[in-house]
């Protein structure tokens, strides 16, 4: 569909240019992609192709199938799956981490979000495809758990088939397994027990295995951007990495302030009604911009392609466009450095528009109402900027052999500079820089490259790029938008601040006391009077008003279900009933109604902690053991409550935010 | 050393053999090794070179060198550093979760395993070098811990610095840094967040760098068996690669299951009496055996390199001797598979041999008084069966090319098996039944070999050996390892036993009361006497005995000091001053003694749980706040204690084992 903007293929209108042409005559690199059986739109209707006519036909065309894709992603995704537009990676975090938002991953965001996928990568937007598989995989689990009770009954199990679904969508969207298990640890997931691990790459290995059945790419391999490099790097070229690390740094950090400014105010002001609308414009603005530059013109996945590769003999593309040298007659591997040609400085200038395109457009693409990664515009950004520093060292080492630097490495008439590690550098780079992500990253790019020799180069850039933004703000893209849509989300930073569970707890001073529940002296009535006129989640059992003991903590959907069971079938359970927590309930006269047992239903192990303890415990406790409430006592004396909502709250004034923003159900 | 065995270089006697013979003028590769500067010992003190003595003679000098090596390296860790013997993983993961060995991380350990560990690996015994070097690197962490205050005071944070040290340690014992960090996380780590992630990866980073600029290999690689296969694998393969996995998990179950019968025979009979004679016997038995077979003698990881590697061309080794077809003419990266000549089968028959011998002396060999670890014997397990296992597939493809598994992917002349991919699948599948390790396995075998293609052989080798072997016995050999010596781990798995917090908490029934302080009424000779009598580590603070209501909790060793003090620099407290944990003392009589005030040692945020709480939550509890005791208590009221000894108690004797053999320190 990406290349149906541009033409069509004659023998079958479902190929993209590259298969339609593979069965053609032309065998040489240069010609294959100038076979009879494709047309373009201006040839196909007018017969012309190189006119100026057929070129503004083209270019309309172009920017027409662009708008109507689009705005069929668009349509669909308002009206029949709302969940399915973004990367939903920062909502699939934030369901790990306990919260649930319902229908998130239904059936309908499955469905809707697969087609519109297609739709929005194939409109030529300055986005990828691999947060929405994610969503998409994420989603698959979901259903699949709901046709098991021992899953969808409870969601530990749930939260850890989910985990795995990730993992298994990274492996997917890049062919990456192990890349897409550390994803799932690093990046997704909030506990990750060894067991998860362990089961997230089964799912994975699975996932791979299927990918490598079916064959995509047609070629027995896994690998998206499969290189091949024959030169080894050397130690002075880390300066540039580092450089390109530095790079991927600012432009992350310019990318997340610059999306969540631009996010902010869709939220805030008349510019989020009109979603539709800013889909078609943005669309309409990128496949215009993008259409008279060759490198934007194309689809970002195989701009990086070509970004990645190395110049061989046969290659044909601009890029490689160098001055022969006739003197000299290498094995076709080993192609010397050479002095670049005009296509390169044409392609170089090409280039450098193309960056500055994607930088702009990328920031104002992630977060429309589509479904839109950012996995490959970032490596994009990161493989332009990265190619152009390649060559240019290359032309450098060339001109300047006999500079002290390159003295070592870079005699003449030696391969000594690969423009294309540069780009793989760059990309990884920038997508560090976006998402800090350390580990899962460079695996991510071997798995994508094969390019395991380079293991110290990709590690340098980016842990290079991560100081660098975390120098300027040390959320990744997904946390602020977390932070941006108000979710419940308890990070895993550490909590610094000297407060203690006392003065987080409630009641407050100024509040009236408690609601608690006592274990031998609440009438039925009283309850259901408790129960209309608060809207807490459960209430503490205590041994008597004045010793507010302890006993245990009773859920307010266990009560309502008790009483309403025992008001229709247990005769003689009337409002005046007496409710017993305790483990006997005490003779009583005949002339007193039947008393009510309710110690089944009470927890007795509710989770306390004293006034004393430091808040940083409270979170770490609330963190690890996954907490919804937890109960505050001092001396055994039950003094009040902190829910998470609480323990988030406070977090947020800590740093001042508006505790307000945080959404919760 | 590990050549010295067989004879010594006439240049610099320093030098290995391939070192040695690198100046030849020898090119060829079949009589690379065969330069006059490198003599056998029989060559060099008789001149003969092929006599039937000259034979007996290297015989002699080669087990002699052995028993020499071993014999020092045995002494050498009786006498400075009894720690620096076995791999060292079990105690590091043991640290890891809490437990202190003093002097297991100390620089005598560090600086006499380092020597052994190389007279050890040189011996020929059947060992490797990577757990060992993990303790190294974690000996090493530990040492700079110790010149900041930071780290050294905050047990936590060190153990972060011993994460991340482990990682280094496989970076830099395989040239493997992200498996490296992936192996701290799976096998050696306890608590793992994500920035012990980050600071892991950054130091497996520094590790890989300075190896890379060290280029120990002469190679400018990483990479240790750097493997280029040019085929890729057909989907049929599976099956052996799956019967491999299922090879691995036998013997993962077997040599566990002997090593620590073997262990534990050592620990409880005459024979741990004697580890020098172990050693020397075991060597002896080693070298005796393992001259005859050149697949032994040679050091175990130029076994596992030859039986990697793919026969090209240039290949003189005995297992590529395969009959040429003269009607053949092809490149030389491409041989097509071809019929075994006697070489190999010779070869085979040697290597059915070294398997054998190779799978009983690891079990007895690990264990003894010396460094050794067993990723690489287990990998020489696996690549000796994965290789005969390879040959053998091959050889039935090419003499049954018309059966229908091969029809589709072996036509004559094709080069369609590669048995040097069988070796490195089986011996994932051995270290993977050894270790169970998962994901890191994958990733540590990839940046072995550089096979970045075969990562589905890989993953389904490691599954189905992990299946087959937990099948057997869950526990992989570094936890039976712990259990044997009966450290006190709390292992990750979950706890299913439906106990609750009382059937554990101490005081027992028909035990004395829990030993505990009251807030004002306690004086300070209550107190000595209290330490005196007791050995535990701290006390609950109460109310008073009445109440029982719970106030904090109050450490031994800052009792001790406090009344130290007080009684040395404080006028006026003397035996009968009470001690007050509340926050004012009252005001006393003149009369009465002056009273000692306490309330600043009292921890006033005890952890606490309920008497009905199940013993699943308080493992957990345990686990992941990593607490050392809990206070247990009903309706606010303190009924015991239960602390970790108390839990790893319990939980061996919910599994059968005798609870009086876990040790505390």
Chains 1, 2 share one sequence.
Not at 131 to 138: D, E, F, I
Not at 435 to 453: A, N
Not at 515 to 525: F, G, K, P, R, W
């Amino acid at each position: 569909m990406t290349d149906l903007k541009e033409g069509v293929c004659l023998s079958a209108f479902w190929y993209s240019h590259e298969q339609c042409c593979w069965t053609s005559n032309e065998t040489t690199f240069a010609d294959r992609d100038k076979c009879p059986q494709w047309q373009k739109w201006a040839e196909l209707m007018t017969g012309h192709t190189e006119s100026a006519g057929a070129y503004v036909l083209n270019y309309f065309l172009y920017v027409l199938w662009a708008l109507f894709f689009s705005f069929l992603a668009v349509s669909l995704v308002r009206v029949f799956a709302p969940y399915a537009c973004g990367s939903g990676i920062p909502e699939i975090k934030t369901i790990l981490s306990g919260f649930i938002i319902r229908g998130y991953l239904g059936k309908w965001t499955l469905l809707i979000k697969t087609v519109t996928l297609v739709l929005a990568v194939s409109s030529g937007l300055s986005l990828g495809k691999e947060g929405p598989l994610v969503h998409v995989a994420c989603c698959c689990g979901n259903l699949f758990c709901s046709l098991f009770s021992k899953y969808s009954k409870n969601e530990g199990k749930r939260r850890e088939v989910l985990s795995a679904a990730a993992a298994a969508g990274v492996s997917v969207a890049f062919g990456a397994p192990i890349g897409g298990v550390l994803f799932s640890l690093e990046e997704v997931s909030y506990y990750f027990p060894l067991k998860t691990l362990w089961r997230s790459f089964f799912a994975a290995l699975v996932a791979a295995f299927t990918l490598r059945s079916i064959n995509p790419f047609g070629n027995n391999r896994l690998v998206l951007f499969y290189v091949e490099y024959h030169t080894p790097w050397y130690m002075a070229e880390l300066v540039p990495f580092i450089l390109l690390g530095v790079f991927g740094g600012l432009w992350g950090t310019l990318f997340i302030r610059g999306n969540i400014a631009w996010c902010r105010r869709r939220k805030t002001t008349q510019l989020g009604k009109y979603p539709v609308l800013e889909v078609i414009v943005v669309t309409g603005i990128t496949a215009i911009l993008a259409f008279p530059n060759p490198y934007t013109r194309r689809s970002t996945s195989e701009l990086i392609s070509e970004l990645f590769n190395d110049c061989g003999a046969l290659e044909s593309s601009q890029l490689c466009d160098y001055i022969n040298n006739p003197n000299m007659t290498r094995p076709v591997d080993d192609i010397p450095d050479r002095p670049a040609g005009p296509g390169v400085y044409t392609a170089l200038w090409q280039l450098a528009l193309a960056l500055i395109f994607k930088i702009v457009i990328t920031i104002f693409t992630f977060g429309m109402k589509i479904p839109s990664g950012l996995f490959i515009p970032s490596m994009a950004v990161g493989a332009i900027a990265g190619r152009i520093v390649g060559i240019a060292v290359e032309q450098m080492a060339y001109h300047h052999h006999d500079w002290i630097i390159f003295k070592n490495w870079c005699r003449p008439g030696a391969d000594c500079v690969t423009p294309g590690l540069y780009a793989m550098v760059g990309a990884a780079a920038c997508l560090g820089g976006v998402t800090r992500m350390t580990v899962s990253l460079v695996v991510i790019m071997f798995e994508l490259t094969g390019g395991l020799e380079y293991i110290v180069p990709l590690m340098a850039a980016a842990v290079t790029s991560k100081w660098v933004a975390d120098a300027f703000g040390k959320e990744g893209i997904y946390e602020a938008h977390i932070r941006l849509n108000g979710y419940p989300y308890l990070d895993q930073d550490e909590f610094t601040h000297r407060t203690l569970a006392t003065d987080v707890m409630r009641p407050r001073r100024s509040e009236p006391p408690l609601a608690v529940l006592t274990q031998d002296s609440t009438t039925v009535e009283d309850v259901e009077t408790l129960i209309k006129e608060t809207d807490y989640n459960g209430f503490p059992v205590v041994v008597s008003r004045e010793s507010e003991r302890l006993i245990g903590f009773v859920q307010r959907r266990d009560l309502i279900l008790a009483i309403k069971n025992a008001r229709q079938k247990q005769d003689g359970v009337v409002s005046n009933s007496i409710v017993y927590f305790t483990e006997d309930a005490p003779q009583q006269p005949p002339s007193n109604p039947q008393p009510l047992k309710l110690r089944r239903i009470l927890n007795l192990s509710p989770f306390t902690v004293t006034d004393h303890t430091p808040m940083e415990t409270v979170v770490d406790i609330f963190r690890k053991l996954g907490l919804r409430q937890c109960l505050v006592t001092r001396s055994g004396r039950l003094l009040g409550i902190i829910t998470k909502k609480d323990v988030l709250r406070h977090m947020a004034q800590m740093m001042n935010q508006d505790p307000e923003s945080i959404m919760f159900n």
